[in-house]
């Protein structure tokens, strides 16, 4: 390479660099004056408070000792919102509450079927399986919420559940 070839490489090596340093410094100054003005609009615009509002629905939290009318849950467009099916045997608990961990091992749940992963939990006993799903439990695997994150199932639908898992197994 020729003295002239390097110092062009190098001229335009330095003209390239300063280029992206100004656009970075552009970018930056329009991301800091659009921060401080456009944001203000959008954030009061009619329009964007009610889509907020509606994407927060189930997000909202009661606190105790306030007053937390406003957190009854209605039903979208008028319309009654369908009662949630309580499930009647072992298999529908499962389909239904159980099956949204265990299928696929989300939160450190044992995998459905996955004999090597249950045996430490299947040596303990059937009644510590019992209470762990009853009541909950937090392990160095993971987490089970209290029946499975439904608090309307009774002891012997759990149970039930528990021992459809078992069979799987």
């Known amino acids: 390479m020729s003295a002239q070839d390097s110092k062009f490489f190098n001229v335009f090596s330095l003209v390239l660099g300063i280029l992206i340093i100004i656009t970075l410094i552009l970018f930056a100054l329009a991301r ?46 008028g319309a009654e919102a369908p009662a949630l099916a309580l499930p009647t045997d072992g298999p529908s608990v499962y389909a239904t509450v159980c099956g949204a961990c265990h299928t696929n091992g989300i939160g450190g749940a044992p995998r459905s079927g996955d004999g090597g992963a249950w045996a430490p939990r299947v040596a303990q006993g059937k009644a510590t399986l019992y209470k762990h799903s009853i009541e909950g439990f937090q392990g160095s695997a993971g987490v089970m919420p209290a029946r499975g994150g439904r608090s309307d199932l009774s002891d012997e639908l759990v149970k039930a559940a528990v021992d459809h898992m078992l069979e799987q197994i």
């Open 32 to 77: 800091l004056v659009g921060e401080n003005t456009q944001r203000v609009h959008v954030k009061s615009e009619p329009k964007y408070v009610a889509a907020v509002e509606g994407h927060l629905t189930t997000a909202r939290v009661a606190i105790a000792g306030q007053d937390n009318s406003a957190l009854t849950i209605r039903a979208v467009g």
